[in-house]
């Protein structure tokens, strides 16, 4: 078995990103509706895996970028900067995640154990949503993909 690496595991960030996006290609606004539990939608969990690569990486970024316009200021994290706006579709979140992605992808050459440690723990958050976000499409009333 291979000692994971940040380049490894940033490609693997970005398949599983590839996966959300085709997973979300249709787009409709039932994305934004909350199931009955009160739980989060999917485009809140979407907006949520946004702020939070943002959230998990920003300590290893020499200038970071100001936080992302959708970060959800009640997700629990002390960090969150974002205005809690609610995006329009999940288009708008992936084109607002890209920017985030881009800057994390900064770091691919640095193999801190930190930062690696960091990465492995934010690939199973990303599983954690993914599997909120699949449960939530097979749901009465979710477009089915």
């Known amino acids: 078995m291979t000692t994971p ?3 490894t595991l940033l490609a693997e960030m970005e398949r599983r990103q590839a996966h959300l996006r085709e997973l979300l290609a249709a787009d ?3 994305f934004a509706v909350r199931p009955p539990t009160g739980n989060w939608s999917v485009l809140e ?3 949520h895996l946004a702020f939070a690569e943002q959230a998990h990486f920003r300590r290893y ?3 970071p970028q100001p936080w992302n ?3 959800l200021p009640d997700s629990g994290s002390r960090a969150a900067k974002g205005t809690g706006v609610l995006a ?12 985030v992605h881009e800057e994390t992808m ?3 050459d640095n193999n801190d154990p930190r930062l690696v440690n960091r990465l492995e723990r934010h690939l199973r958050h990303l599983n954690a949503h993914t599997r909120v976000i699949e449960r939530l ?5 979710q477009p089915r993909v």
């Open 5 to 7: 690496n940040t380049a």
């Open 28 to 30: 409709t606004p039932d």
């Open 45 to 47: 969990n979407l907006q």
């Open 61 to 63: 970024l020499v200038e």
């Open 69 to 71: 316009k959708f970060a």
């Open 88 to 99: 329009a579709n999940a288009a708008e979140v992936f084109q607002e995640w890209a920017k």
């Open 106 to 108: 900064t770091l691919v």
């Open 137 to 141: 499409l097979k749901a009465p009333g």
